[in-house]
């Protein structure tokens, strides 16, 4: 992973000058963006612990395992998200872990807790270092250490009578496809971030995948999980389903680290499938758009990939740097739709679905849109360092509500992004999709484009919480799959109310009374805390 960007460095690609030209001319930027520092010229403090905690630390793991060197804190700060991208490329590093730490076991990670626990040293988990929530930047800590799960990355054991597979949760996602496509199985699990996520980082923020109109979310997948906290083990899940008593396991599953550390998933798998079939169909509107979805998401057939963008991602065709202001030959919306299956279940399944779609009013338009999207649909973080490089702001966010609420949460978030942003003198190009559905209701995804500002990081900070805002007011969740974690925390305590937020400090003070586990994520602190 790119310690100042996304993903592999060979993937980002200069932006055309059409695209420079669009940016310069619609939205005001001043091309020519400020590169990257150098890796080595980034400072970091020297680390808070002392001799008698790198010496626990190593007694846990093994001298070896504890790295306390500038690269390596580096390349543990923060997360992915452009704020987080826009200050380590300035080379500011002020929160990186004092220590990173390589456990290889279970086991290993209980010591760590433990001892961390005994010297109130706060532990970061990390997989992939995806998060774009704050997740991994805790807040108050004296010192903290990166607790890195990359050694823990195996294949446990596959069930075939069961169809479910004991995963690692250091294991990289596409090293877990292709270890289980080795046995003829799969997870069907891509999110954008599939090339670096990790498993237990699946589970820890409640991943949702590029194909969940088929295969589910990853927290619909999990069936089991081994949990470890400073006060010891927790194993969860002894039937795909119980009646005894709450489901743990769901405790556990979005908890990013503030309740303990994942250190296995047991997950449900699928037959690899013999063909994949993309694509596309055009709507006017995103409203007749969205009704369309409503309809096979609640009445069937429902396809594998089920996915809608509004006009102006449309027409700028995101996913795609070349052709970005030529996405559409039309006026409309976009949608993608995806099957797999047999030749015979594929054609069965297509024939059903454009029956229903054609009916909603959709145009079709062959598979050329939906296989274009499904060979660049990994692109759109690397399209983000391209902007950042000529002197753009590009950033996500993303919700979901009840059918009925769909329009006016739209309408809200699109309102409070534009205002705020055209307020400071940057007006924005606020573009949507709609990426996963439900019977009940949807997502929404919104991808914001605008020039940086004098404070780019406060900038962006203050049009986020008018969003937000509008989320909450507007009746969506605070988020449907990039998690809370600090960035997300005080509106998520909005959303569940004084009393739910009293449970989880409750429980974390059982699990976690020393309050060491990712201090600041996901539980909103106590008034005077």
Not at 154 to 159: E, I, N, T
Not at 233 to 255: E, I, Y
């Given at each position: 992973?790119?310690?100042?960007?996304?993903?592999?460095?060979?993937?980002?690609?200069p932006?055309?000058?059409?695209?420079?030209?669009?940016?310069?001319?619609?939205?005001?930027?001043?091309?020519?963006?400020?590169?990257?520092?150098?890796?080595?010229?980034?400072?970091?403090?020297?680390?808070?612990?002392?001799?008698?905690?790198?010496?626990?630390?190593?007694?846990?793991?093994?001298?070896?395992?504890?790295?306390?060197?500038?690269?390596?804190?580096?390349?543990?700060?923060?997360?992915?998200?452009?704020?987080?991208?826009?200050?380590?490329?300035?080379?500011?590093?002020?929160?990186?872990?004092?220590?990173?730490?390589?456990?290889?076991?279970?086991d290993?990670?209980?010591?760590?807790?433990?001892?961390?626990?005994?010297?109130?040293?706060?532990?970061?988990?990390f997989?992939?270092?995806?998060?774009?929530?704050?997740?991994?930047?805790p807040?108050?800590?004296?010192a903290?250490?990166?607790?890195?799960?990359?050694?823990?990355?195996?294949?446990?054991?596959v069930?075939?009578?069961?169809?479910?597979?004991?995963?690692?949760?250091g294991?990289?996602?596409?090293?877990?496809?292709?270890?289980?496509?080795?046995?003829?199985?799969?997870l069907?699990?891509?999110?954008?971030?599939?090339?670096?996520?990790?498993?237990?980082?699946?589970?820890?923020?409640?991943?949702?995948?590029?194909?969940?109109?088929g295969?589910?979310?990853?927290?619909?997948?999990?069936?089991?999980?081994?949990?470890?906290?400073p006060?010891?083990?927790?194993?969860?899940?002894?039937?795909?389903?119980?009646?005894?008593?709450?489901?743990?396991?769901?405790?556990?599953?979005?908890?990013?680290?503030?309740?303990?550390?994942?250190?296995?998933v047991?997950?449900?798998?699928?037959?690899?499938?013999?063909?994949?079939?993309?694509?596309?169909?055009?709507?006017?509107?995103?409203?007749?758009?969205?009704?369309?979805?409503?309809?096979?998401a609640?009445?069937?057939?429902?396809?594998?990939?089920?996915?809608?963008?509004?006009?102006?991602?449309?027409?700028?065709?995101?996913?795609?740097?070349?052709?970005?202001?030529?996405?559409?030959?039309?006026?409309?919306?976009?949608?993608?739709?995806?099957y797999?299956?047999?030749?015979?279940?594929?054609?069965?399944?297509?024939?059903?679905?454009?029956?229903?779609?054609r009916?909603?009013?959709?145009?079709?338009?062959?598979?050329?849109?939906?296989?274009?999207?499904?060979?660049?649909r990994?692109?759109?973080?690397?399209?983000?360092?391209?902007?950042?490089?000529?002197?753009?702001?590009?950033?996500?966010?993303?919700?979901?509500?009840f059918?009925?609420?769909?329009?006016?949460?739209?309408?809200?978030?699109?309102?409070?992004?534009?205002?705020?942003?055209?307020?400071?003198?940057?007006?924005?190009?606020?573009m949507?999709?709609?990426?996963?559905?439900y019977?009940?209701?949807?997502?929404?995804?919104?991808?914001?484009?605008?020039?940086?500002?004098?404070?780019?990081?406060?900038?962006?900070?203050?049009?986020?919480?008018?969003?937000?805002?509008?989320?909450?007011?507007?009746?969506?969740?605070?988020?449907?799959?990039?998690?809370?974690g600090?960035?997300?925390?005080?509106?998520?305590?909005?959303?569940?109310?004084?009393?739910?937020?009293?449970?989880?400090r409750?429980?974390?003070?059982?699990?976690?009374?020393?309050g060491?586990l990712?201090?600041?994520?996901?539980?909103?602190?106590a008034?005077?805390?």
């Amino acid at each position: 992973m790119l310690w100042s960007g996304w993903g592999d460095p060979a993937g980002a690609a200069p932006l055309p000058e059409a695209v420079t030209g669009l940016l310069r001319d619609l939205l005001g930027v001043k091309t020519g963006g400020a590169a990257p520092v150098a890796l080595a010229d980034v400072e970091v403090a020297a680390p808070r612990l002392t001799g008698g905690d790198l010496a626990a630390l190593a007694g846990a793991v093994g001298a070896e395992h504890v790295r306390t060197d500038a690269e390596a804190r580096v390349r543990h700060t923060r997360g992915k998200s452009t704020p987080d991208l826009v200050r380590i490329r300035a080379g500011e590093a002020s929160d990186a872990p004092d220590a990173v730490v390589l456990p290889g076991s279970h086991d290993e990670v209980l010591a760590v807790l433990r001892a961390c626990a005994a010297r109130r040293i706060a532990v970061v988990p990390f997989g992939g270092g995806t998060s774009v929530v704050g997740g991994l930047a805790p807040e108050g800590v004296d010192a903290f250490v990166a607790l890195d799960l990359r050694r823990m990355d195996a294949l446990v054991s596959v069930d075939e009578v069961s169809r479910t597979a004991v995963l690692q949760p250091g294991l990289r996602a596409p090293r877990a496809e292709e270890l289980l496509g080795e046995r003829g199985y799969t997870l069907g699990h891509f999110p954008q971030s599939f090339e670096w996520a990790s498993i237990g980082g699946f589970a820890a923020a409640r991943s949702s995948g590029q194909a969940s109109a088929g295969y589910g979310r990853f927290d619909d997948m999990v069936v089991g999980l081994t949990v470890a906290t400073p006060e010891g083990t927790l194993d969860l899940g002894r039937a795909p389903k119980s009646a005894a008593g709450p489901d743990l396991r769901q405790l556990v599953l979005g908890s990013e680290g503030a309740f303990g550390v994942i250190t296995s998933v047991t997950v449900r798998i699928k037959p690899v499938p013999p063909e994949k079939a993309y694509e596309g169909w055009r709507f006017s509107s995103f409203a007749d758009g969205a009704a369309a979805l409503r309809r096979l998401a609640q009445d069937g057939p429902a396809p594998v990939v089920l996915r809608l963008s509004d006009e102006t991602e449309t027409m700028i065709g995101l996913a795609d740097p070349a052709a970005i202001g030529g996405g559409s030959s039309a006026a409309g919306c976009l949608a993608v739709v995806g099957y797999e299956g047999t030749a015979e279940e594929i054609a069965e399944r297509r024939t059903r679905t454009a029956d229903v779609l054609r009916e909603a009013g959709g145009e079709p338009l062959g598979a050329e849109p939906g296989e274009k999207w499904a060979r660049g649909r990994f692109n759109a973080p690397y399209l983000r360092d391209s902007l950042l490089d000529v002197g753009a702001f590009a950033e996500t966010l993303e919700t979901a509500a009840f059918w009925s609420a769909i329009p006016d949460l739209y309408e809200a978030v699109r309102c409070a992004l534009i205002g705020a942003l055209s307020g400071a003198g940057t007006p924005p190009l606020v573009m949507c999709h709609i990426s996963h559905v439900y019977p009940a209701g949807a997502s929404l995804y919104f991808t914001v484009v605008s020039a940086q500002g004098e404070d780019p990081v406060a900038h962006w900070g203050r049009a986020k919480r008018a969003a937000s805002d509008a989320i909450i007011d507007a009746g969506g969740t605070i988020s449907h799959h990039h998690g809370v974690g600090t960035d997300h925390r005080d509106w998520y305590a909005r959303e569940i109310g004084p009393l739910g937020t009293e449970i989880l400090r409750a429980v974390k003070r059982r699990l976690d009374p020393a309050g060491i586990l990712n201090p600041g994520v996901l539980v909103p602190p106590a008034a005077g805390e």
